[in-house]
């Protein structure tokens, strides 16, 4: 389970001073469920997916992650999530087995644990044909696979995907969001951050909408097109972040 | 921290810089390269060239001397030198080094030397010219042997011993071991060349695990996992230690080997001392202050270890990077260059400045002179240094706004 309790981030920047990444975000993700958190770039989704996944320190509140405080507990918090974003690259100079293992050491699997591990993911995910290539030599899709791979070597209780899909192709994308469904009917606590409506339509049981760091509004896909008298989810969206704007 | 953590990043990391050819070309191949270029690109040519000078015989011009037949005709006769009568622009022409030196005779000198006043000789030569100076030089020795016979006949004549005009010799024996007489020379530069290739060893790998990887989206992968910030940190450190390091070892077998291989470096003392006597020789280093080097350059690799490694972890990028390490290879290679200097002796206060210390003190140690006391006080102030340089690089990677620095 998720729970964030009034998480805050304050950056300090020389020309904009102060700016709230995060402020007073609280929500709850329930286990075998996935949290679609939806807001347009800049919105502060990265930087509270950053704060459950213990890579920035929250300037307040906190998040109790698969049982364990964000604040007091980093480490472990880190040992029961899976964080796959765009932005966590995979080294190109190892091969995909080299890359697993390595996650998988630092998770604490011990040798045969760790081997059996990568024999089923390798199964699971088809890599057995690229798994000792090098991964600088992988097609996206592969690269996708080690990426997801990588992610589930400690099959973690709780996955945290940050735009997973953003720039890959239809095929790619369609390979993740299957993946995202399979951690949900495994029973996995989810959350996924995304500024595509038609993602977080297809996938999501709660959407949290996101815009200036604040949580703007929260719910199902019936209660969020209740509250606004709209629709389509992109004209929830902006009645919810504008709500001033006339639709 | 968890040592199990550091293990596996170091063991990453040594795994991935292996693969990486930039990093071996920096770590292993120039530092193997270096040294026998080093020796034989440069010490091997200086020796050959002041060889070759001393061989040639120099074209000289004589200004004037017409009436002094005797003393020309013995300047040609000595075969030292090949005698031309000077032309009129025999300046231009030592300065296009056509002609070595040239030397001037003045009117009556052959009489007034057979009286016992002849006025004075001017020798021309063109300063900082090496084959320029040797004919002087040569020109010089040629005409203080006139003088001794000259004033040992005049004595003769009056019936007084030689001695007079000379009553005591003034001996100079060298006491340097003949090691000492090549660490002078090749002590200057090796340490030069050591704490360099320390620096370098340790800038590719530095800037690849800190400012590469921001770049590449994998610390954000790494910061993912449940290694700590120090864990990761002190396993990228022992990878960018190993890198210079390895510039070390590599540069000193490469060193060890090329003086062996090519003889004269570990000659027997006598054999060794009589060739530098002839000044013709390759110099010779003392074995032992190899390993007092690697001893020695070690905290100095950390040292710069650690400070690269928290100049490119701050770096956005690893042209940043480079932008950031340019300045600190010079402020590296100066110090390095005052320790060549002739004349810098090393001292407590001097065993206080970074690079310097170490330069000075490795320099005598090749030269078989070892110092103990500066030896503890520069090992002990450069651990304090690299121990001082290694926390900030922590606290650095603690940072937030230096890790997603992008």
């Known amino acids: 389970m998720i729970e964030a309790r009034s998480l805050t981030k304050v950056f300090s920047d020389r020309t904009k001073g102060e700016i709230r990444g995060a402020d007073s975000v609280s929500f709850r993700v329930q286990p075998g469920s996935i949290y679609g958190l939806l807001g347009a770039n800049g919105a502060g989704k990265t930087t509270t997916l950053r704060l459950l996944a213990t890579i920035l320190k929250p300037t307040s509140g906190t998040a109790i992650v698969a049982g364990f405080d964000v604040v007091r507990d980093p480490d472990r918090v880190r040992k029961n999530v899976g964080f796959l974003a765009t932005s966590t690259a995979l080294y190109a100079r190892l091969t995909a087995r080299e890359m697993i293992a390595y996650f998988g050491r630092l998770n604490g699997l011990a040798e045969p644990a760790l081997r059996a591990r990568i024999q089923t993911l390798a199964d699971e995910l088809e890599m057995h044909e690229f798994l000792d290539r090098r991964i600088d030599k992988l097609s996206t899709g592969m690269k996708q696979?080690?990426?997801?791979?990588?992610?589930?070597?400690?099959?973690?209780?709780?996955?945290?995907?940050?735009?997973?899909?953003?720039?890959?192709?239809?095929?790619?994308?369609?390979?993740?969001?299957?993946?995202?469904?399979?951690?949900?009917?495994?029973?996995?606590?989810?959350?996924?951050?995304?500024?595509?409506?038609?993602?977080?339509?297809?996938?999501?049981?709660?959407?949290?909408?996101?815009?200036?760091?604040?949580?703007?509004?929260?719910?199902?896909?019936?209660?969020?097109?209740?509250?606004?008298?709209e629709t389509d989810l992109e004209e929830c969206f902006v009645r919810i972040i504008q709500p001033e704007v006339p639709g | 921290?968890?040592?199990?953590?550091?293990?596996?990043?170091?063991?990453?990391?040594?795994?991935?810089?292996?693969?990486?050819?930039?990093?071996?070309?920096?770590?292993?191949?120039?530092?193997?390269?270096?040294?026998?270029?080093?020796?034989?690109?440069?010490?091997?040519?200086?020796?050959?060239?002041?060889?070759?000078?001393?061989?040639?015989?120099?074209?000289?011009?004589?200004?004037?001397?017409?009436?002094?037949?005797?003393?020309?005709?013995?300047?040609?006769?000595?075969?030292?030198?090949?005698?031309?009568?000077?032309?009129?622009?025999?300046?231009?022409?030592?300065?296009?080094?056509?002609?070595?030196?040239?030397?001037?005779?003045?009117?009556?000198?052959?009489?007034?030397?057979?009286?016992?006043?002849?006025?004075?000789?001017?020798l021309y030569d063109y300063q900082g010219e090496l084959k320029s100076g040797l004919a002087a030089e040569r020109l010089d020795g040629f005409f203080s042997e006139l003088r001794r016979r000259t004033t040992a006949r005049l004595l003769a004549a009056k019936g007084l011993p030689a001695s007079i005009a000379r009553p005591f010799e003034v001996n100079q024996t060298n006491v340097a071991p003949p090691e000492k007489v090549g660490g002078n020379f090749l002590g200057g530069i090796i340490p030069y060349f050591i704490i360099f290739l320390c620096l370098t060893g340790a800038m590719y790998p530095a800037m690849d695990l800190t400012a590469g990887e921001k770049e590449r989206g994998t610390m954000e992968t790494l910061l993912c996992s449940p290694a700590s910030r120090t864990d990761i940190v002190i396993g990228k450190f022992l990878m960018v230690l190993t890198g210079s390091l390895s510039a070390v070892m590599f540069s000193l077998i490469s060193l060890g080997g090329t003086l062996v291989a090519f003889g004269s470096a570990f000659a027997p003392a006598g054999a060794a001392a009589k060739a530098a006597a002839r000044g013709a020789a390759m110099p010779t280093i003392d074995f032992l202050g190899i390993f007092g080097l690697l001893a020695m350059v070690a905290p100095v690799a950390v040292l710069f270890s650690a400070i690269l490694f928290s100049v490119s972890l701050f770096a956005r990028s690893s042209k940043e990077a480079q932008s950031y390490i340019m300045p600190l290879t010079f402020a590296v290679i100066i110090p390095c260059i005052m320790g060549m200097l002739p004349g810098i002796e090393l001292n407590y206060r001097l065993a206080l400045v970074p690079v310097l210390n170490i330069s000075l003190v490795c320099k005598e140690m090749l030269s078989g002179v070892w110092h103990w006391g500066y030896i503890a006080v520069i090992f002990g102030s450069t651990a304090l240094y690299a121990a001082a340089a290694l926390a900030v690089a922590v606290r650095l990677f603690r940072r937030e706004d230096v890790i997603f620095r992008t």
């Open chain 1, 145 to 229: 696979k080690t990426s997801i791979a990588r992610t589930l070597v400690h099959d973690p209780q709780v996955m945290i995907f940050d735009e997973p899909t953003l720039g890959l192709d239809v095929m790619a994308a369609r390979s993740i969001i299957r993946f995202v469904r399979e951690c949900r009917s495994r029973g996995k606590t989810v959350i996924y951050s995304t500024h595509v409506m038609g993602e977080a339509e297809k996938l999501c049981d709660v959407i949290g909408v996101i815009h200036g760091g604040a949580l703007r509004a929260e719910g199902t896909l019936a209660e969020l097109r209740a509250r606004t008298g």
């Open chain 2, 1 to 122: 921290m968890n040592g199990h953590n550091i293990a596996t990043i170091y063991a990453k990391e040594l795994r991935d810089t292996v693969r990486d050819r930039r990093a071996m070309i920096s770590m292993i191949v120039i530092p193997t390269v270096v040294m026998p270029l080093l020796i034989f690109g440069f010490a091997k040519t200086a020796f050959v060239i002041v060889s070759k000078a001393k061989e040639e015989i120099p074209r000289i011009m004589v200004i004037g001397g017409s009436d002094s037949p005797g003393v020309m005709a013995e300047l040609e006769k000595s075969g030292k030198f090949k005698v031309e009568t000077a032309s009129k622009d025999w300046r231009s022409l030592i300065s296009d080094k056509r002609v070595r030196a040239a030397v001037e005779i003045p009117d009556g000198f052959e009489r007034a030397l057979g009286e016992g006043s002849a006025p004075a000789i001017t």
